[in-house]
């Protein structure tokens, strides 16, 4: 009965909306609710776009697929979609000050409908306990008029992503170009591990084929996280090769989790961007502590590997190296670990994470709320 209730409100709700856009979120994850969220997605033809945190866990591939819905740092378009909407369903999110980049996202709570694993509210009311997100979406959709307008409205403005401008031969490699490569590197037999950093913001931009699997810790914003995770996530699906996209300043905190990746035998591609710093927390909030010492990535990786396992090592400076290095990783090496260092310039960074990092900056150096 709570369901048939839930159902009822929300599709009431939604069928007398203009332009309505549904969201997905990281709990689709536990809610076990990914393909009932891409079922309503087909029934209702809404637009439909992701949280950062649940990137990976929608079929960007899904014709009526706007990206990322990251407030001021959204892919191209689709905020003004989702924002100007007369009613959002939010399947599953977490609201945090990182994925509210600093708590500037322009919704209403009165146009939202917010599904959780086991609860449904509807604008300011009313809330229905004890019901499944996963039976929720899937009743929901046979309840829903056919409303594509709003991905309509996205196709009218929509326009294609530029492309980086083209490098000078033996010019120094500028990170959007390495991403440029990797977008071509993946498929349905890969995985990306994004660490908490640039990576973020680059590898959202990514599109991702069907198939391909996608990871990043936003929760916490856990510098380091992607090196176990790597590991972890290769170890548990080694018909996948992971490419993982890795910091400097992050690899220095769990360097080590390489060694057991070795006696694993894992085949995982591993771009260390090397820029000298913990360039997200500069954003964020500068001082002498986000300098770190360099080391030698390759040369310590080598250490590790010591001639036993399967591994291989480059340090790449231009756009002509990168490709070589790719060339290999994917050909002679491909069984192999492979460990290719990118040198990048300081400042060298995604014009997300410089919008992202001044709003947050922004919240987190607010004074504290009167209690």
């Known amino acids: 009965m709570g369901l048939e209730a839930a159902v009822e409100a929300a599709a009431e709700f939604l069928n007398k909306a203009v332009k309505p856009v549904i969201v997905g979120g ?27 945190s649940a990137k ?33 369903l939010f399947a599953g999110p977490i609201y945090n000050d990182y994925s509210s980049v600093g708590y ?41 008029n056919h409303n594509n307008t709003a991905y309509e409205n996205y196709h009218r ?28 590197m993946i498929s349905s037999e890969t995985a990306v591990i994004a660490e908490t950093g640039d990576s973020w913001f680059n590898c959202q931009k990514l599109k991702l084929p069907t198939g391909c699997g996608y990871e990043f810790q936003m929760q916490y914003g856990s510098i380091g996280w992607s090196v176990g995770a790597t590991l972890g996530y290769a170890q548990a699906v080694p018909e996948k090769r992971v490419i ?68 291989w090592t480059a340090k790449v400076f231009c756009e002509e190296e990168l490709i070589g290095a790719i060339e290999t990783a994917t050909g002679a090496k491909k069984d192999c670990l492979c460990f290719i260092e990118v040198i990048v310039h300081k400042d060298d960074t995604s014009k997300e994470l410089l919008e992202w990092g001044s709003r947050v900056s922004a919240a987190n150096s607010r004074p504290p709320n009167p209690q």
Not at 159 to 182: C, M, T, W, Y
Request: charged share 20%.
């Open 157 to 184: 403005i929509f326009v294609p992503d530029g492309h980086p401008l083209k490098s000078a031969p033996k010019e120094p490699l500028r990170v959007n170009v390495l991403f440029q490569h990797i977008q071509k």
């Open 244 to 311: 993982a996209c890795i910091g400097d300043g992050s690899f220095q905190v769990t360097a080590q989790d390489v060694s057991t990746m070795l006696r694993c035998g894992q085949k995982t591609i591993i771009f260390l961007i090397n820029n000298g710093g913990y360039t997200i927390e500069v954003e964020i909030h500068d001082g002498p502590y986000n300098v770190i010492k360099n080391w030698n990535y390759t040369a310590l990786v080598d250490a590790i590997h010591n001639g036993e396992g399967k591994c």
């Open 104 to 144: 500037s996202l322009l919704l209403k709570k009165e146009k939202a409908i917010i599904v959780q694993p086991e609860r449904v509210v509807i604008g300011n009311g009313p809330a229905f306990g004890c019901v499944l997100m996963k039976d929720f979406l899937r009743a929901l959709a046979k309840r829903l």
């Open 56 to 88: 990976g866990l929608v079929p960007e591939q899904h014709p009526h697929f706007i990206g990322t819905y990251w407030g001021a740092v959204s892919t191209a378009f689709c905020a003004e979609i989702v924002e100007s909407a007369d009613a959002y």
């Open 26 to 52: 990281p709990k689709l994850r536990v809610a076990k609710a990914c393909k009932a969220f891409a079922e309503l997605a087909d029934a209702s033809g809404y637009a439909m776009a992701v949280m950062p």
